[in-house]
């Protein structure tokens, strides 16, 4: 039967340099991952489609941009840009100015891939270092000039859209190394522009490149991992896949050096003071609103792969896999790296995706674990070879006592192998009209429950659309709920609409407005709603202190 | 020989209540710790003292508080803060306004056992609940009245002094309670002057208070435990002798509620969220200076006593002892709860003190652990059962691959049964002229030798000092340096001389001003050249929204 199937003829070639398209995909031009089998039948079931649907793309975007705007600068500003940064830093051209004013919201590549391109910077600027950053906005403080920062571009929130026009500046070119590691102090220096993958690369390759005795890792490895940057983590307040571990990037900065319009300055490296309310931690999520971040020195972790341990289980229900994980996170003997439990439809359609073996869901259903019911767990542990065997073998235990069966080390480890390459798919997904998106927020364990039933049960009231929630960052006190949801349409005001209600539902429930995207310009409409006007005007208090004339990313960025 | 020895006549009665010496008493008004036989025969080797110096106490504060100074407020202000908290709750006499305008400093005590009365407010107000803190700070504002908080007065650099005269809220005398147990978070509502005792018991009783399943703990324990509040830990950023494994008060704190001169508000009760800079961060370690903290929801741990393990061990060196501690840090196994290391002076006056045996030390040092060069550190781990079997396992593999040797449990059991009334001594020392004081940093592993090294050579250029160091709160990047100092002088200009040059050499050699025992007035003056005047500028502008007219805690505190 598979020999024969319709196999729809996923795109397999990267898009043109110049094209729209180039701007939609996400991640490496080359790289790809389309749609399982599993994927493709649950789409064209869920949608009522069929082979016939998948035999022609619609608004690949393959067009060549064309922008026909005005450079809204003077020649003489961009002389003086040319000359604080040279003459090939500075770039006016259509393609960059487009290029760099976009992030990876679903909108924005439904809008490009139809023509429809929103607000660009009138230049895009690449500084070499930290001193053309400091000579840059001290003369677009002077001339009130709007200044934005693009690193590795995959925002989904319109971090990055220059909405006030004015400069970008693409911090990701030249400012993307590893200065110095601190091996006493188990710091690493490094600049913001520095990639993901550079960067855990460096520190793997430590002894080699910096003399240190031991390996190290980041310990940071969100999603966006290949495409984000050690800046962009700490200023949108990321968290990575293994954060139960680690830490959020809230946690793992040391000290931070910035630029603002009234001043550069660099936090001190302390493990702990008590002097006053913490202006490093101020700084952070800041999202360009108050300046930018030059330097930063993360903390770092041992790296010793080979200690890894793997697991997953089946719990019969979500309500047990929560209470299990509860237990877990409270029980005081350590902690998960990477741990993630399932609701039942995520589950039912993971399973199903993944390529479960008919005879495997069998049994399970004989043990009583139930399609749109059970929960599925997976997860590994990091640290001292000891310790992952001891919290291994206690996770087990607490699993157990709710009702979870254990799966082995295998979807744990398979998990991991394509953790990065998710968002890949979207361009086959959208190439047919189908939507995948996502939405995530902060919840305490008292308000998991609330949250989860009525966001789900919002979307849910759109007809035809998949919905899939998993919690996957971890705290004594609480966890994440990250929403997936999949829907047919290329009407960008219906899917706005859809979104925004998801947003107003996350919101009216108590969730936090995110957990881990930070706000940009999407949600900050919701900010003042959430945290309230004197909340707010804290927010606005530090922003009108660092940037009195406004051209730090304006355009209502945090709602600001 | 010690039938017959000269023992002084150590004071044995609580101070009358109207006396100078009943607000210069730390702690229980009937609570004592005399020096024991060692460090009476330190004290007097070192100072080069007889019996005959500890014949006649001096300065002893027994004489009655007498004011004779103008309550600066007009009658219908008073009337208006009496119609607000009830007659019965706004003081004017002399005694309260001395008692409530001081803390715990040694030169605070010098001065009162003198006689010297410093600023005192107008008026002692105690609020019932958050609705009378708001009135009075609204009355307050529109009067540009100064207003002060005092809570438990264990403040160790005039933090709660009324500079500017005006009003002193105590907020331990009706806003007390421990409201509210989230159990499910793992959370605990106070009001701000619950005391660490009161607030510990409740945990630990939960179950029938709260009719929870388990029993909790507050995980934060600074020596000051049983004279701090909840409020105070949170507005001071102090740190418990557990913090190691429990974190600092600033991690421990869930969301907060405050009330300022230009609104109240409660942060959101979220465990992670990524919507910008964090106000439930900006509000800590405030000291008064933005608002009042009315309400704080702190997470809470599991209370499991009966599993806690002690060890001790004995290092060669005091650098040896540092890099042990490093890698049991940075190791990746777990934490230890309580975790101090005492520098070579420490250990032996210490292991003198607290009466080693004699043959003991014959074969500590025939082991080559010598007197002063070895390092003493001893510990104790909390947790799940099984963990903190497998720490001390650990922690025990690296302390002996350093060279130490281990000591059993005892000093660690030994140490805990005295840790919160070391400072009951200060009051003996005094009544012969002697000073105990203390002042402590910050500092990452890189600079932890220089800070230790060079704070420790000023303080020895003191003729006849005895400088104790230890560290006590251990994060993988650093640790703190808790300096003892103890000197002949019942001059307060020669100890406040010594005191600065202390904190001089500190903020020198690029310590932090203060790990855990704040800012308050007194180093208020270092903070500008210890931040810079950019950060400095952050702290203000923060200032300046919140408190528009200068009427928090004006006078110096945190350097605004």
Known sequence: MAKSRFQPAWTEVAPAPDSLRSIVKYGDPNGFKHPSHGWYDMMKEEFGMTDADFQKKIEEGNEKIVLNRTVNLSSALIEKLQTIVGKENVAVDDYSRVRYAYGKT???????????????????????????????????????????????????????????????????????KLLEINELNQTARCQPGLFGPAYEKALNNAPELFGTKRRYTCGHFPQSFE???????????????????????????????????????????????????????????NEGTYGILVEVTMKIFRHQPENTRYFSFMFPTWEKAVEASREIMQGEFGKPAVYRISDPEETDRGLKLYGMPGIVDKFLIAKGFKPMERSLCLGSIKGDKSYTEFVKKNIRRIAKSYGAIYLSEYPGKKWEKTRFTEPYMREDLQDFGIQIDTLETGVSWADLHRVHESVRAFMKTRPRTMCMTHASHFYPQGTNLYFIFITKTTDVKDFQDFQRGIIDSIQKNGGSLSHHHGVGKMIGPWMEKHLGKEQMAVLRALKNHFDPDGIMNPGGQLGL
């Not at 391109?117 to 002077?142: G, M, T």
């Not at 571990?245 to 493990?271: N, R």
Request: proline share 5%; aromatic share 10%.
């Open 106 to 176: 679903t909108e924005e590549a439904m809008e490009l891939r139809k023509g429809i391109i929103r607000e660009v910077a009138d230049a895009v600027v690449h500084p070499r270092d930290k001193e053309d950053v400091r000579k840059i906005v001290a003369l677009c403080a002077a001339e009130k000039i709007p200044v934005y920062v693009f690193a590795a571009g995959s925002s989904v929130n319109f971090g990055c859209r220059p909405t006030k026009g004015g400069i970008t500046l693409v911090l990701s070119t030249h400012m993307n």
């Open 227 to 285: 495409y984000s940057t050690v800046g962009g983590w700490v200023v949108t307040l990321g968290s990575g896949q293994e954060s139960t571990y680690y830490g959020d990037a809230y946690d793992i900065v040391f000290s931070q050096e910035y630029v603002t319009p009234v001043g550069s300055f660099k936090t001190l490296d302390y493990p702990g003071t008590a002097t006053g309310p913490k202006v490093n931690d101020i700084m952070k999520g």
